[in-house]
């Protein structure tokens, strides 16, 4: 495929070079026509003679053999995102009969190795590690709860003492905790909310029109995801 | 049984046409239909009974010289034990006929509960999972108001420019300009109202399931009722003269439920139910939307005891392009529990992170699940008790 791309590109560059003494006509400015990518057309058509989906190929040997055309439905669905009405099997409550039926293919799937060895298409799905991760770090661990109520006081004494010097972030590496667990437990006093919002405002004053527009328009985008319309 | 109407105190009214003999003779039995019309050269077009156009509506002996009516029970294959009168009844809006025993307001309460009863039994034992804000959106979305006119626009009722006892009775009747004394709503009133209006207070969605109404809304009669007495100056053909007409066939279609239910029985009110109401497509996942869906799934998988959920990349496609697509995935541990595309990475996974929860919230049972009307026929199989859910999982 890469050499059927690059060949008319470099016959192109080729044709240039010769030119570039010349003066260019405009026959030549015009744009190149789209390449066929083979010599001949018979090639190109052998090229793109390629065989249908599985699918749609009749699977029935017998009427092969007999030659006679049979009726048959094919069900090659394109890919589409799944429905939200079909639960995962692990929202399934344990009541469900739905969970003992797929038993079978739990086991199947969640140990590859004592399947059969290439008939089984579990083994033919990529692994869920295959997948990369989005967010960089590994999922937060579960809450330790290390924390007491004399801790949560003194976050918020220091908080409320120097927000500047106390910020979220190093509250959070002090006391070993995230920085949500900080917000939820302290606010930084009014006179210092109200000057992080004025240096926002400041901020937000220096954008141009086009970063302004940019900045509602995925705002209002968010609206929509979030209500499930886009 | 004859009763007195307030409207017109001279006339007598029977509710059946087995009453009418005693009706006393009232002067001359001629129709009293006198608009300067000359009937020798116009004659009408069907034979009025005497005092038939002084009555704010048709009385129910006319019923059976309907075609309309019908029309209208044998279209909605409605039992014969429910008769002409009662259906012709139904069509009459409170506000065309104040008289409680000749309107279909009290049908229309019969009917309004069986309907809330059905459809929300079908909904809780369908969608245990349903959080209740989402439970009383899909209320409203199978019986309230807009999808009742709908459903009796559907069934091909007619309405009457004004109501009157000269129209056709299988036409649906009710006034523009008088606000009757309809029943306003159905519900528990809060005795802080005042205040709630004033103030904003808030009313919480777990308040709202003892006080207030079947869909979640304030009970409001002083407010209703205001908005009913603008009926008096108001032109015909706006959105407001179009509003009342929607009240009045959502009534009409409650009121043909609660005939069937007081002639034919439980089980025809039912079938009824599941068959016009119950049987509409509503389309469950659109009615969600989310404030944090990340934290609210983890906030589920640490609840049910799974491994924490981690998005990942299951394809891409174009990330330099203008038009990126990536497909991303929410796993927990091995299983994946919920998948979405979307042109950026953080949107794919907040799309995904909905999808999962949209699919724990739609959880169904299956697609013939049995509720606990079912109980109610003869030789029923013993009672499995349905699937409950513990709760939702963050306070909305």
Same mark, same amino acid.
């Given at each position: 495929?890469?050499?059927?791309l690059?060949?008319?590109?470099?016959?192109?560059?080729?044709? !240039?070079?010769?030119?570039?003494t010349? %003066?260019? %006509?405009?026959a030549?400015?015009?744009?190149?026509?789209?390449a066929?990518g083979?010599?001949?057309?018979a090639?190109?058509?052998?090229?793109?003679?390629?065989?249908p989906? &599985?699918?749609? !190929?009749?699977?029935?040997?017998?009427?092969d053999?007999?030659?006679?055309p049979?009726?048959?439905?094919i069900?090659?669905p394109?890919?589409?995102?799944?429905?939200?009405?079909?639960?995962?099997?692990k929202f399934?409550p344990?009541?469900?009969p739905?969970r003992?039926?797929n038993l079978?293919?739990?086991?199947?799937?969640?140990?590859?190795?004592s399947?059969?060895?290439?008939?089984?298409?579990?083994? %033919?799905?990529?692994?869920?590690?295959s997948?990369p991760?989005?967010?960089?770090?590994? &999922?937060?661990?579960?809450?330790r709860?290390?924390l %007491?109520?004399?801790?949560?006081e003194?976050?918020?004494?220091?908080?409320?003492?120097?927000?500047?010097t106390?910020?979220?972030?190093?509250?959070?590496?002090?006391?070993?905790?995230?920085?949500?667990?900080?917000?939820?437990?302290?606010?930084a006093?009014?006179?210092?909310?109200?000057?992080?919002?004025?240096v926002e405002e400041?901020?937000?004053?220096?954008?141009? &029109?086009r970063?302004r527009?940019?900045?509602?328009?995925?705002a209002?985008?968010?609206? !929509?995801?979030?209500n499930g319309?886009i | 049984?004859p009763?007195?109407? /307030? +409207?017109?105190?001279?006339?007598?009214?029977?509710?059946?046409?087995?009453a009418?003999p005693s009706?006393?003779?009232?002067?001359?039995?001629?129709?009293?239909?006198?608009?300067?019309?000359d009937?020798t050269?116009?004659?009408p077009?069907?034979?009025l009974?005497?005092r038939?156009?002084?009555?704010?509506s048709?009385p129910?002996?006319?019923?059976?010289?309907?075609?309309?009516?019908?029309?209208?029970?044998?279209?909605?294959?409605?039992?014969e034990?429910?008769? +002409?009168?009662?259906?012709?009844?139904?069509?009459?809006?409170?506000?065309?006929?104040?008289?409680?025993d000749?309107?279909?307001s009290?049908l229309?309460?019969?009917?309004?509960s069986?309907?809330?009863?059905?459809? $929300?039994?079908?909904l809780?034992?369908?969608?245990p #999972?349903?959080p209740?804000?989402?439970?009383?959106?899909?209320?409203k979305?199978?019986?309230g108001?807009? /999808?009742?006119?709908?459903?009796?626009?559907?069934?091909g009722? =007619?309405?009457?420019?004004?109501?009157?006892?000269?129209?056709?009775?299988? +036409?649906?009747?009710?006034?523009?300009?008088?606000? $009757?004394?309809?029943?306003?709503?159905?519900?528990?009133?809060r005795? =802080?109202?005042k205040y709630?209006?004033?103030?904003?207070?808030?009313?919480s969605?777990?308040?709202r399931?003892?006080?207030d109404?079947d869909?979640?809304?304030?009970?409001?009669?002083e407010?209703?009722?205001? /908005?009913?007495r603008? #009926?008096?100056? /108001?032109?015909?053909?706006?959105?407001?003269?179009?509003?009342?007409? =929607?009240r009045?066939?959502?009534?009409?279609a409650?009121?043909?439920?609660?005939?069937?239910?007081?002639?034919?029985g439980? =089980?025809?009110?039912?079938?009824?139910?599941?068959a016009?109401? +119950?049987?509409?497509h509503?389309?469950?996942?659109?009615?969600?939307?989310?404030?944090?869906?990340?934290?609210?799934?983890s906030?589920?998988?640490? #609840?049910?005891?799974?491994e924490?959920?981690?998005?990942r990349?299951?394809?891409?496609?174009? #990330?330099?392009?203008?038009?990126?697509?990536?497909?991303?995935?929410?796993?927990?541990?091995k299983?994946?529990?919920?998948?979405a595309?979307?042109?950026?990475?953080?949107?794919?996974?907040?799309k995904?992170a909905?999808?999962a929860?949209?699919?724990w919230?739609l959880?169904?049972?299956?697609e013939?699940?049995?509720?606990?009307?079912?109980?109610?026929?003869?030789?029923?199989?013993?009672?499995?008790?349905?699937?409950?859910?513990?709760?939702?999982?963050?306070?909305?």
């Open positions: 495929m890469e050499t059927l690059m060949r008319p590109v470099a016959s192109c560059c080729r044709r !240039l070079a010769s030119s570039a010349r %003066t260019p %006509t405009p030549m400015l015009l744009p190149q026509q789209p066929r083979k010599a001949t057309s090639r190109a058509r052998r090229a793109l003679n390629i065989p989906h &599985p699918s749609f !190929l009749n699977s029935n040997k017998t009427a053999a007999s030659n006679q049979t009726e048959e439905i069900y090659n394109p890919e589409s995102a799944a429905s939200v009405y079909h639960t995962p099997v399934l344990p009541s469900d739905r003992r039926a079978a293919e739990i086991l199947a799937a969640s140990n590859p190795a399947s059969s060895s290439s008939s089984s298409p579990s083994t %033919t799905q990529p692994s869920v590690e997948f991760m989005l967010s960089k770090s590994a &999922p937060a661990p579960k809450p709860h290390h %007491t109520k004399e801790d949560i003194e976050m918020r004494r220091l908080r409320a003492e120097d927000p500047v106390n910020s979220v972030v190093s509250l959070a590496r002090r006391f070993d905790c995230s920085q949500l667990f900080v917000l939820m437990c302290c606010q006093p009014k006179e210092h909310r109200e000057k992080m919002k004025a400041k901020y937000k004053a220096r954008w141009g &029109p970063r527009a940019a900045r509602e328009e995925r209002r985008r968010n609206v !929509l995801l979030y319309e | 049984m009763r007195y109407t /307030t +409207l017109i105190c001279t006339a007598v009214r029977c509710q059946s046409t087995a009418s009706i006393p003779a009232q002067g001359t039995p001629e129709d009293d239909y006198n608009d300067g019309t009937h050269r116009f004659p077009l069907e034979n009974p005497p038939a156009a002084s009555m704010p048709p129910p002996s006319r019923a059976l010289e309907s075609a309309k009516l019908a029309a209208l029970h044998a279209r909605l294959a409605l039992p034990k429910l008769p +002409l009168q009662t259906l012709a009844r139904a069509l009459v809006d409170a506000s065309a006929d104040p008289n409680p000749f309107n279909n009290t229309a309460f019969v009917g309004q069986l309907i809330h009863y059905h459809v $929300g039994e079908y809780m034992c369908r969608y #999972r349903l209740m804000d989402i439970l009383y959106a899909a209320m979305g199978y019986a108001p807009t /999808t009742l006119h709908h459903v009796a626009r559907s069934w009722i =007619e309405h009457a420019a004004a109501p009157g006892g000269e129209v056709d009775p299988g +036409l649906l009747q009710f006034s523009m300009h008088k606000p $009757g004394d309809a029943i306003t709503g159905f519900g528990y009133q005795a =802080e109202l709630l209006r004033k103030y904003h207070w808030r009313h969605i777990s308040s399931i003892v006080f109404n869909f979640g809304e304030i009970v409001d009669p407010a209703e009722r205001n /908005t009913l603008r #009926r008096a100056d /108001t032109q015909y053909g706006d959105e407001y003269t179009r509003s009342l007409a =929607e009045a066939y959502a009534n009409c409650r009121a043909v439920v609660g005939a069937l239910y007081t002639h034919a439980r =089980e025809s009110a039912k079938a009824f139910v599941r016009h109401i +119950l049987s509409r509503l389309n469950l996942s659109q009615l969600f939307a989310f404030k944090k869906p990340t934290k609210e799934l906030l589920l998988c640490a #609840r049910e005891d799974f924490p959920p981690i998005a990349l299951i394809s891409e496609t174009g #990330r330099l392009s203008r038009t990126p697509v990536f497909v991303v995935g929410i796993f927990s541990g299983d994946k529990l919920g998948e595309a979307g042109p950026s990475l953080e949107h794919a996974r907040v995904a909905m999808n929860l949209k699919s919230y959880y169904s049972p299956g013939h699940v049995r509720v606990p009307s079912d109980m109610f026929t003869e030789g029923a199989k013993p009672w499995e008790p349905a699937y409950i859910d513990m709760g939702e999982i963050i306070g909305r």
